[in-house]
């Protein structure tokens, strides 16, 4: 269907403020099989330069709108085979611009169970419900007496009937639905009660026992944690239109649309009650159920962008790079496992020490790693962040002490995942005859050396950076991680002749089968010298090629140009830029600022390419992760007791949510910076200002040794009692603490009207926190 598929482009380009021709191109493209990074990197003259985020929203918006079209078709469809399809209708749904209204549309001719209007109608009662809608002056008693029948014994059932009809033809009429819909929207409210006898048990929703608040101000967080508290049965939720003490616009609305004005008519009465049972027994129920679907959808959408946007950023974190590398998955009774993995991170050695209680043998740890480091030329010692990690890392400080010859740098890094690695069939593969707990010490490490590399091997739903992530679609999570891993992916580049067999998945191109094929062409033939080689890998055929070529890399290979993300079918291209330049171009900074990309353009290689051409040759391979840099946690704040208001310390972002940022300072307790203590300005979301893994300076302003919670502030002109900036007043709300192990962000509570002072703020945001649960 030409037509419908233009109007479709139309419509995402009118969404992403581009051209429909960038958007056909686009889809012909993914259509094709190509994916998005390929898109992105590689065909930019046909897109007109969209980039990855672009093209998300585009593909994501496209499925929608090829499934409404799907639906359009099959309701026009079933509404003709009922001989019910008149041009007014068709083009009202024609014109239906979301599910919503088109199912609005559809609900009249909807096969549907026998209801109690259809059995009214079959009674032959229909007329009496037409006539005393069209003829208020006529008396319902009086008219009734004409449809008695065996059926229909009395006046009374007769009226029942009529407003069954009424009431289901109120109900379905789509113009209105949609119209009351958006004004409960704009003017109602959940409200949450506790259940009778729960109150000890769902003591962690205390907030929210007797709560309300407009379904236009609730956040999403907030949103999950109700509706949680519900799934626990815990609370009761009620879904208010508003209004409700007072009588309704809605049903006011809903008499306007039919007619119905009580001006002491005989029938008059009997139509406003009419319209009120419709109201507060069927079409108040519907929307209630509409409008839960609506905040279910809007809390999903946000806690799946936080989720996705934290993944991005561990993902895209900085890599300490090829340096021999110890990890330390601490344990006290158990020991704390060491693992040593050499600058290409293959384990050389592995140990179990037990330094901490009970069995106390700390000179014997450290002995121990010090020559396990000294042997293999360890550069770096990755402590894994769970429980016993202040101890273990102290023992590490020890070591670096006794012997600082041998130059160690410790850093403390995140071990969420490592476990659902190390009991993984891939990590069984990957090492084969080892004890699962060692197989966490050598993730650990290796995250350290490249965060990407290492975690692409765990379901990213494990990495445990995300809000209620055990409330959402399992569907719409999945598909929103997963295109982040490919874009970081893709973004970073792989190296051939290293990337295990889950990296070499997430490259455009590449199935799970493909990897496998490209691993066993490797290990039986060696490395590869060229990306031509790939061809050579069994199923790996030129549509593979295409897509994957340009991200794999080559280092030290036959060709240079391997070595960089330059696709191979634009070699020629470089080719023809040398004679011109007569001079040699990777990273002659020089020679190739002096060129001028739009001397190169072709009938195949816009302005875009080029320029992209020359930018990687002077830097080919680059990586556009940051440069690697630690915290250095305070010598003696080892645990919550250590700290005290005033401290200003560095640490960790671990995690970033709706309502601020959560800090590893090193106490086995993350603590949180509300939004409202990010910064001196109005900030609209806190990835403006953090992201996960940035290192910063953070000043206590409160800590409840009881709750376990630390109240942090990026301002660090604070003190305790100050009173926050006035712009930040409408920042209120939204706080988590921190967790043990694993960290976690928890459900804010209902907003206060009252603006506390600075660490008043932390102690609301704490308080709130722990209602519900986060991330687990």
Not at 529 to 544: H, N
Not at 604 to 632: C, H, M, Q, S, V
Request: hydrophobic fraction near 40%.
């Amino acid at each position: 269907m030409p037509g419908v598929t233009t109007a479709i482009h139309q419509r995402i380009a009118d969404e992403l403020g581009v051209r429909a021709g960038q958007v056909g191109a686009a889809v012909d493209l993914l259509d094709g099989g190509s994916t998005v990074p390929f898109i992105a990197r590689y065909r930019k003259e046909a897109t007109g330069a969209l980039d990855d985020t672009q093209l998300r929203t585009l593909e994501e918006r496209l499925g929608y709108l090829r499934e409404l079209e799907e639906r359009r078709a099959a309701v026009l469809d079933s509404i003709r085979s009922q001989g019910k399809l008149d041009d007014a209708l068709e083009a009202s749904i024609l014109a239906a611009d979301s599910k919503a209204r088109l199912e609005d549309l559809y609900l009249p001719y909807k096969p549907k169970r026998r209801t109690k209007a259809q059995i009214a109608r079959e009674q032959g009662l229909e007329p009496l419900a037409d006539g005393l809608l069209n003829d208020p002056t006529t008396d319902p008693q009086e008219a009734a007496q004409a449809y008695l029948t065996e059926e229909v014994a009395d006046a009374a059932a007769a009226l029942q009937g009529a407003r069954a009809i009424l009431v289901e033809r109120f109900g379905e009429d789509g113009d209105l639905i949609g119209e009351l819909r958006e004004r409960m929207w704009g003017m109602g409210q959940v409200a949450a009660k506790v259940r009778e006898g729960k109150e000890e048990e769902g003591a962690k929703f205390a907030d929210y026992f007797d709560f309300s608040e407009p379904f236009t101000k609730l956040p999403s967080h907030r949103i999950l944690a109700l509706l949680r508290g519900e799934k626990e049965e815990v609370l009761d939720l009620q879904f208010d239109a508003g209004d409700a003490e007072e009588p309704t616009g809605y049903e006011a609305r809903i008499a306007s649309r039919f007619g119905v004005d009580d001006r002491g008519r005989p029938a008059d009465r009997w139509l406003s009650d009419t319209v009120r049972w419709a109201w507060r027994t069927r079409i108040l129920v519907h929307l209630g159920i509409d409008l839960r679907s609506r905040l279910r959808q809007f809390a999903e959408d946000e806690a799946v962008r936080v989720f996705a946007s934290n993944l991005r950023d561990l993902l895209l974190a900085a890599p300490a790079g090829t340096r021999a590398t110890m990890g330390l998955d601490p344990g006290f009774r158990t020991g704390v496992k060491v693992a040593v993995v050499d600058a290409t991170g293959k384990v050389v050695a592995t140990d179990t020490i037990f330094p901490h209680v009970p069995a106390n043998r700390w000179d014997e740890s450290i002995a121990k790693i010090a020559a396990l480091a000294k042997k293999h030329d360890v550069e770096l010692i990755a402590i894994g962040n769970g429980t016993a990690s202040r101890e273990t890392d102290k023992l590490a400080a020890d070591v670096l002490k006794r012997h600082a010859d041998l130059k160690l740098t410790k850093v403390v890094v995140s071990e969420a995942g490592a476990s659902v690695y190390s009991a993984s069939a891939f990590a069984s593969a990957e090492l084969p005859g080892m004890d699962v707990s060692l197989r966490g010490a050598v993730s650990i490490a290796r995250r350290l050396q490249d965060p990407l590399a290492e975690l692409v091997k765990i379901d990213p739903k494990s990495i445990g950076v995300g809000q209620y992530q055990h409330d959402l679609s399992e569907s719409k999570l999945s598909r929103s991680l997963d295109a982040v891993v490919e874009d970081c992916v893709n973004a970073v580049g792989v190296d051939l002749n290293t990337a295990s067999a889950p990296l070499l998945t997430r490259v455009s191109g590449i199935t799970a089968g493909l990897a496998e094929n490209i691993v066993q062409h490797r290990d039986s033939n060696g490395p590869f010298r060229s990306r031509t080689a790939l061809k050579d890998v069994p199923r790996l055929g030129p549509k593979a090629f295409e897509q994957c070529a340009g991200f794999l890399r080559i280092p030290n290979g036959d060709d240079p140009l391997d070595g960089s993300s330059v696709h191979p079918e634009a070699y020629p291209v470089v080719r023809r830029i040398q004679q011109h330049a007569k001079a040699e171009l990777i990273g002659n900074t020089a020679v190739l600022k002096s060129l001028r990309p739009a001397d190169f353009v072709d009938e195949k290689f816009g302005l875009p390419t080029i320029t992209d051409i020359l930018r990687e040759l002077e830097k080919p391979g680059r990586d556009p992760r940051p440069a690697f840099k630690t915290a250095t946690f305070a010598d003696g704040v080892e645990k919550l007791g250590d700290l005290q208001p005033g401290m200003v310390l560095e640490g960790v972002v671990t995690n970033v949510a709706a309502f601020g940022a959560f800090v590893d300072i090193g106490v086995h307790q993350d603590g949180l910076v509300h939004i409202s203590a990010l910064s001196d300005n109005y900030v609209k979301d806190p990835r403006d200002v953090v992201k996960s893994g940035d290192v910063v300076r953070v000043k206590v302003l409160e800590v409840d040794i009881p709750r376990k919670r630390i109240g942090l502030t990026l301002r660090l002109q604070d003190e305790p009692g100050r009173k926050a900036p006035q712009e930040n007043r409408q920042q209120r709300g939204g706080g988590g603490g921190g967790g043990g192990r694993p960290r976690q962000q928890q459900p804010q509570r209902q907003q206060r009207q009252e603006r506390p002072p600075a660490n008043g703020a932390m102690a609301e945001a704490l308080r709130r926190a722990g209602l519900g649960g986060g991330s687990k």
